[in-house]
């Protein structure tokens, strides 16, 4: 199924929930919808669905103007934030509800239920009502009838955030592939950054009601078009800093609060533009020479270990360092280069660093 939104804003009152969205959703694709609480993803999912109708713009399916077509004749899978499980049924006849299989036997409708709860490893209860399953085990069902209904939309709602951690990502990879098998389009909302990373061909970054960015993650990751996006998908340092020219290969040169300078990637910024540079954790190194910081706290991560640092501009810097390396102690004073291949540069936002990355 393919869709497509044009100039489609959703008003409520005085107040956009969502505002001149545009975007193509090509057949098969998995699409996540990213973005803080409140940003619009779940308005956007239900405008396609049906639920909302959007105040201005218009939606098409397979090239179809839908705007005005009803929920039930736009043959969508739809997943709630909150679960809705018919409480009287069975886990088993829950996902066995669905037009699909109205008109199919009862021992064709037992196969299709049963091989829909395996894949959410709920077989076992399905003989269960839904006030005897935990939420997680609730939700997994929703997603199981969700699939069993044989739409080729899919749309989920923040559907693996009530699940305990491991479940979770052991269930992002089963959903992947089942819909990747079936060739069913996916919208997937999380406010997850990992999670949309981890499972999307394309991630549709919102903020306030509008699209940010879309991209493949790995692009998004590498190369946001935004401080907001290098900021919310992945972590990352954020540095002010004044454009002071350009290497021969052109790279930018920019000078930091404290006047020390750095090399960073290539950028349309020229000598004595205000700017803010983005460089991730895993690309800031400890050296002998280079910008002076403290190390103020030291985090076991498990594989890594992330050192926070006062850097003398009093920026916050943040790095890796190996579980085997050894280890700083707070208040060592640390030298810190930039992988400047990595290192972002954007123009600084006039309304200052602060507000571009504020959630809401
Ligand atoms: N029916 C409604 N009436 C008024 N405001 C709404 C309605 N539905 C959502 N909103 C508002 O629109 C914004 C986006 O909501 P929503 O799409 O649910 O965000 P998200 O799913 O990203 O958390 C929020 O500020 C929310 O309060
Ligand atoms: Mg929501």
Redesign the pocket.
């Known amino acids: 199924m393919k869709i497509r939104m044009e100039n489609v804003s959703m008003k ?1 009152g005085d ?1 956009y ?1 969502a505002k001149d969205i545009n975007i193509s959703i090509s057949k098969g694709e998995y699409l996540t919808i990213l ?1 803080p ?7 956007l999912i239900k405008m396609i669905s049906g639920i909302l109708r959007p105040t201005e713009g218009c939606i098409f399916v397979d090239g179809e103007d839908v705007t005005d077509t009803h929920l039930e004749d736009r043959d969508t899978g739809y997943v709630f934030q909150n679960i809705a499980l018919f409480p009287n049924m069975t886990v088993s006849d829950n996902v066995g509800y669905s037009p699909r299989v109205r008109d199919m036997t009862k021992d064709e409708t037992a196969s299709v239920s049963e091989e829909y709860l395996k894949l959410v490893k709920m077989l076992d209860r399905a003989g269960a009502i839904p006030k005897e399953l935990s939420g997680g085990e609730q939700q997994k069902v929703a997603i199981a009838r969700a699939l069993a209904s044989g739409s080729k939309l899919l749309m989920l709602d923040e559907p693996l955030s009530a699940l305990d951690a491991r479940v979770r990502v052991e269930l992002r990879y089963d959903m992947r592939r089942l819909v990747k098998k079936l060739g069913i389009t996916v919208l997937h ?1 999380t406010h997850d950054q990992e999670e949309a990373m981890s499972v999307s061909d394309r991630i549709i970054l919102m903020r306030a009601g509008r699209i940010v960015e879309i991209g493949t993650p790995l692009d998004m990751y590498r190369n946001p078009g935004s401080i907001f996006a290098a900021y919310f998908i992945g972590e990352t340092n954020l540095l002010e800093c004044t454009v002071s020219g350009k290497t021969k290969t052109g790279k930018t040169v920019v000078r930091l609060r404290g006047g020390q300078m750095v090399r960073a990637a290539k950028s349309v910024l020229t000598e004595g533009d205000a700017a803010v540079i983005s460089v991730r954790p895993e690309n800031v190194y400890a050296a002998k020479e280079g910008l002076k910081a403290e190390v103020t706290e030291v985090v076991f991560m498990g594989t890594y270990r992330r050192v926070r640092t006062v850097a003398e501009t009093n920026d916050y810097l943040e790095y890796n360092i190996s579980s085997d390396d050894e280890i700083p102690k707070i208040g060592d004073k640390v030298h810190l280069v930039f992988n400047k291949k990595a290192t972002m540069v954007f123009p600084r936002p006039e309304k200052g660093l602060k507000e571009a990355i504020e959630l809401e």
């Open positions: 409520f107040f929930a973005g609480s409140g940003c619009g993803k779940t308005t909302v």
